[in-house]
């Protein structure tokens, strides 16, 4: 019998608690997204997440430890040799990548690479170099409406993206040559996560803004997932934000998606007003994009602080039978070198109205606990080869 009829599960995008044991092999030494963000700012008024005891995990500056009467606390580190965004919520739902996706954030993408999107676009390719969307556009958007080339670049996570005017590129262009990327890069040595479509509008530098026509081209997941296994059970699996894209449309019933994290929160509550029987999944990107890579811990303690406001509003709507889990997919320390991801632990809070106990769970060996929890709730079995155990039993 099921112990719960509705799971949310939130993903604050890129929040880690402490730098894992193999950190070092990964360039991170002494990383803490959370801790070092606490330092580095005067205030961090977090009441709801110190209630489900996010302060518990690591010191925190202004947050003392709580002690919790009613809900769970933890971390889990990660299987798989990685730390981008779809590695980390494959994971979570049963998938240990062997294989890590590419990364090309130190030079851009390789010659070869380029040549071969070259020809097969007719374009002359500009940009090719880790950077923020905001950022190429004021560079290069002027001189790709004036010559038609083509404004490539990438991030910090496994992703190649294409920027077009929907003016003067158009928009079926923009996405003819995303195909032909998401093509190349299924090579093995060019083997990235998405292609991402980014049309923008305006004409001059400071009037560009990206419009809501972004398409990706993902991956499939290398596996089966605890969202395949709860969709054909005939359960509700909602996506929010950027869910949807990391698994590719897999596994998923219905899909939200969000303007920013904000927004996302929103469409969260909105959604918990509704009757669903199943799993409620959110992604709330801002974090990491917003102020991870661009090394920013007040704006990124800014962005925790709505996300609590914003808690503390669906924390009142929560049924009896509800049950809340809060966890991250990787690091991405904001006063660390770089603009990279880091790798850490990440928290895991479990909460519902229901439960009569609270306190520390064991360090979890794997991020795969969150959908082997779900699973076990609703009591599916988790596809063949995939990994987790779950912690559905310690929550009384």
Same mark, same amino acid.
Request: glycine residues 10%; proline residues 4%.
């Given at each position: 019998?099921?112990?719960?009829?509705? #799971?949310?599960?939130?993903?604050?995008?890129?929040?880690?608690?402490?730098?894992?044991?193999?950190?070092?092999?990964?360039?991170?030494?002494?990383?803490?997204?959370?801790?070092?963000?606490?330092?580095?700012?005067?205030?961090?008024?977090?009441?709801?997440?110190?209630?489900?005891?996010?302060?518990?995990?690591?010191?925190?500056?202004?947050?003392?430890?709580?002690?919790?009467?009613?809900?769970? $606390? &933890?971390?889990?580190?990660?299987?798989?040799?990685?730390?981008?965004?779809?590695?980390?919520?494959?994971?979570?739902?049963?998938?240990?990548v062997? =294989?890590?996706? +590419? !990364?090309?954030?130190?030079?851009?993408?390789?010659?070869?690479?380029?040549?071969?999107?070259?020809?097969?676009?007719?374009? @002359?390719?500009?940009?090719?170099?880790?950077?923020?969307? %905001?950022?190429?556009?004021?560079?290069?958007?002027?001189e790709?409406?004036?010559?038609?080339?083509?404004?490539? $670049? !990438?991030?910090?996570?496994?992703?190649?993206?294409?920027?077009?005017?929907?003016?003067?590129? &158009?928009l079926?262009?923009?996405?003819?040559?995303?195909? #032909?990327?998401?093509? #190349?890069?299924?090579?093995?040595?060019?083997?990235?996560g998405?292609?991402?479509?980014?049309?923008?509008?305006?004409?001059?530098?400071?009037?560009?803004?990206?419009?809501?026509?972004r398409?990706?081209?993902?991956? +499939?997941?290398?596996?089966? @997932?605890?969202?395949?296994?709860? =969709?054909?059970?005939?359960?509700?699996?909602?996506?929010?934000?950027?869910?949807?894209?990391?698994?590719?449309?897999?596994?998923?019933?219905?899909?939200?998606?969000?303007?920013?994290?904000?927004?996302?929160?929103?469409?969260?509550?909105?959604?918990?007003?509704?009757?669903?029987?199943?799993?409620?999944?959110?992604?709330?990107?801002?974090?990491?994009?917003?102020?991870? *890579?661009?090394?920013?811990?007040?704006?990124?303690?800014?962005?925790?602080e709505?996300?609590?406001?914003?808690?503390?509003?669906?924390?009142?709507?929560?049924?009896?039978?509800?049950?809340?889990?809060?966890?991250?997919?990787?690091?991405?320390?904001? %006063?660390?070198? &770089?603009?990279? *991801?880091?790798?850490?632990?990440?928290?895991?809070?479990?909460?519902?109205?229901s439960?009569?106990?609270?306190?520390?769970?064991?360090?979890?060996?794997?991020?795969?606990?969150?959908?082997?929890?779900?699973?076990?709730?609703?009591?599916?079995?988790?596809?063949?080869?995939?990994?987790g155990?779950?912690?559905?039993?310690?929550? =009384?």
């Open positions: 019998m099921e112990k719960y009829r509705r #799971i949310f599960v939130v993903v604050m995008d890129s929040l880690g608690v402490g730098a894992m044991e193999d950190s070092p092999e990964f360039g991170d030494v002494g990383v803490n997204t959370l801790g070092h963000i606490s330092e580095a700012v005067d205030t961090l008024e977090i009441p709801n997440l110190q209630k489900l005891g996010l302060a518990n995990l690591t010191p925190l500056k202004q947050v003392d430890p709580a002690e919790i009467r009613q809900g769970y $606390y &933890g971390v889990l580190r990660e299987k798989s040799k990685a730390k981008d965004t779809m590695t980390g919520h494959w994971e979570m739902m049963g998938l240990e062997r =294989k890590p996706l +590419k !990364t090309f954030s130190e030079n851009g993408f390789p010659p070869e690479l380029i040549r071969e999107l070259e020809k097969r676009t007719g374009r @002359t390719v500009i940009g090719n170099k880790s950077v923020s969307g %905001t950022e190429i556009l004021d560079e290069l958007g002027e790709e409406i004036a010559t038609g080339h083509m404004i490539v $670049y !990438t991030s910090a996570d496994s992703v190649l993206q294409i920027c077009g005017n929907e003016e003067t590129f &158009g079926e262009e923009l996405y003819r040559c995303c195909e #032909i990327a998401r093509e #190349i890069t299924m090579k093995e040595e060019w083997r990235v998405r292609v991402i479509a980014r049309p923008y509008v305006g004409k001059k530098k400071g009037e560009f803004r990206r419009t809501s026509n398409h990706d081209y993902a991956l +499939k997941p290398s596996g089966k @997932t605890a969202l395949d296994a709860l =969709k054909t059970a005939g359960l509700d699996v909602i996506s929010v934000g950027k869910i949807k894209d990391i698994f590719d449309g897999e596994g998923i019933t219905q899909a939200y998606k969000s303007r920013s994290s904000v927004h996302g929160m929103e469409q969260t509550i909105e959604i918990a007003k509704e009757d669903f029987h199943g799993l409620c999944f959110v992604n709330l990107v801002d974090f990491d994009a917003l102020w991870g *890579h661009r090394r920013d811990p007040q704006g990124y303690a800014g962005e925790i709505k996300f609590d406001r914003n808690l503390g509003v669906l924390l009142q709507l929560m049924r009896g039978d509800d049950l809340l889990i809060i966890t991250a997919d990787h690091g991405n320390d904001p %006063t660390y070198t &770089g603009t990279d *991801h880091t790798r850490e632990k990440v928290p895991f809070l479990a909460y519902s109205p439960m009569e106990h609270g306190g520390e769970l064991a360090e979890g060996e794997t991020f795969a606990a969150v959908g082997a929890t779900v699973a076990d709730n609703f009591g599916v079995e988790m596809p063949e080869g995939t990994i155990t779950s912690v559905l039993k310690m929550l =009384k």
